[in-house]
């Protein structure tokens, strides 16, 4: 088996394989991942979400290995470019377990924009943009985003001191960060990170 392939085994076993395929005995983290949010504006409104992962270092060195086609243990532009679409192809059939209500309704993620990989510090960094179908005007939409492995095979942690941010600008807005009080994963042990914006009007 090639190094891509083998690869692409395991981010398949990890991100769509444990949804339901296997028993769910086996459905505990074996990929973790450290996150923040950032909202994007477009003038007043709110344009999308800007998500931010890093990976654990275990995951880190196996995928950057595996693309590291020049064997310079570093990964160049070229390199990060396909590591990134085998990725973002990889995760689209799992929605890129990023969960965004507006208003309380669900938002069907279909695709992600401007999806890219690094890694520094030995740490691979994946970060990709959610656009809304539509900008939103922030004082009269609730926005609640929450980022979670169903299967519970990755758990995904978010930043403790700054888990949602604003890319420029900073509305009179408050951020309320709880364990979600109605959904749970992992037999019912797990409650995801639950972030909700709520604006003042201008």
């Not at 990134?84 to 965004?100: N, R, W, Y």
């Not at 993620?109 to 690094?118: H, S, Y």
């Not at 740490?123 to 004082?139: K, Q, S």
């Amino acid at each position: 088996m090639s190094l891509r392939s083998r690869v692409l085994a395991v981010v398949v076993v990890a991100l769509a394989f444990f949804a339901g395929a296997a028993p769910r005995a086996l459905a505990h983290p074996h990929i973790w991942i450290d996150a923040f949010v950032e909202v994007l504006h477009d003038g007043p409104r709110i344009a999308g979400l800007r998500i931010n992962w890093t990976f654990d270092p275990f995951f880190s060195g196996m995928a950057a290995a595996d693309f590291d086609t020049d064997g310079d243990s570093m990964l160049d532009d070229d390199e990060a470019a396909r590591l990134a679409e085998t990725s973002a192809e990889t995760l689209k059939d799992s929605g890129f377990f990023t969960h965004i209500w507006l208003n309380g309704e669900l938002v069907q993620i279909d695709g992600v924009r401007d999806f890219k990989a690094w890694v520094r510090d030995k740490r691979l960094t994946h970060a990709f943009t959610v656009a809304f179908p539509e900008p939103i005007d922030p004082a009269t939409t609730t926005l609640d985003v929450s980022l979670y492995d169903p299967t519970y095979y990755v758990e995904i942690n978010m930043d403790a001191v700054d888990p949602l941010r604003f890319a420029g600008g900073s509305p009179s807005c408050l951020i309320n960060v709880q364990p979600d009080p109605q959904r749970t994963i992992y037999f019912g042990l797990v409650r995801p990170t639950l972030m909700q914006l709520l604006c003042a009007a201008s």
